[in-house]
């Protein structure tokens, strides 16, 4: 089973800082199946990223994902008020099985 | 626009059965794999169980193997979760949320559901 490890557990920024987010895998993952979404107090979480890289519909630019095999980053190039948040990386097993990492919260410093 | 509205939380003891229901509007139902992914209060998600689109196919995570039954009714456009033997360790915000198809072999949710809460406790 794999593993995602997310660093750091909590990111204290001010607006219009850039935000950087790592997802480490236990082993390698294909960038196919590495997601990040975001969850906000009192909400289902939203998908943000897809393909490690990929920004879903409707996404701001400011997201953005990168990396491959067991090294992910999503970066947020300027935080904007409604980014702070949880954010989550997951990926999708060959043996059909999901997992998530532990979430990184980005607090307002 | 696509809608999933979870029901069927509620405060039950432990041993006790309860089944959630997901129902979906928007989107040609059979024609997407669905999952359930659960949250305890104040913690991360939780992969619970995924159904192939036919229904044919299920997974489950080791935590519930053995004790939950995922099940869908395309007529219906409706998801289900099956819980039995709950424990207060499945005490948590249950999501369903439909599979996206990305490249040829890519998933990933894009819609969840708000979510229903279930709480196991004596």
């Known amino acids: 089973e794999i593993v995602l490890t997310q660093s750091p557990g909590t990111l204290s920024l001010s607006p219009g800082e850039r935000a950087t987010l790592s997802c480490r895998a236990s082993q390698s993952v294909s960038s196919s199946y590495l997601a990040w979404y975001q969850q906000k107090p009192g909400q289902a979480p939203r998908l943000l990223i897809y393909?490690?890289?990929s920004r879903a519909t409707g996404i701001p630019d400011r997201f953005s994902g990168s990396g491959s095999g067991t090294d992910f980053t999503l970066t947020i190039s300027r935080l904007e008020p409604e980014d702070f948040a949880v954010y989550y990386c997951?990926?999708?097993?060959?043996?059909?099985?999901?997992?998530f990492g532990q979430g990184t919260k980005v607090e307002i410093k | 626009e696509v809608q999933l509205l979870e029901s069927g939380g509620g405060l039950l003891q432990p041993g006790g059965s309860l089944r959630l229901s997901c129902a979906a509007s928007g989107f040609t139902f059979s024609s997407y794999a669905m999952s359930w992914v659960r949250q305890a209060p104040g913690k991360g998600l939780e992969w619970v169980s995924v159904?192939?689109?036919?229904?044919?196919?299920?997974f489950y995570a080791d935590s519930v193997k053995g004790r939950f039954t995922i099940s869908r009714d395309n007529s219906k456009n409706t998801l289900y979760l099956q819980m039995n033997s709950l424990r207060a360790e499945d005490t948590a915000v249950y999501y369903c949320?439909?599979?996206?198809?990305?490249?040829?072999?890519?998933?990933?949710?894009?819609?969840w559901g708000q979510g229903t809460l279930v709480t196991v406790s004596s």
């Open positions: 949320a439909k599979v996206f198809y990305y490249d040829s072999s890519g998933k990933a949710y894009d819609c």
């Open positions: 393909g490690a890289s």
């Open positions: 997951q990926q999708y097993g060959s043996s059909s099985t999901w997992t």
């Open positions: 159904i192939s689109g036919s229904g044919v196919s299920t």
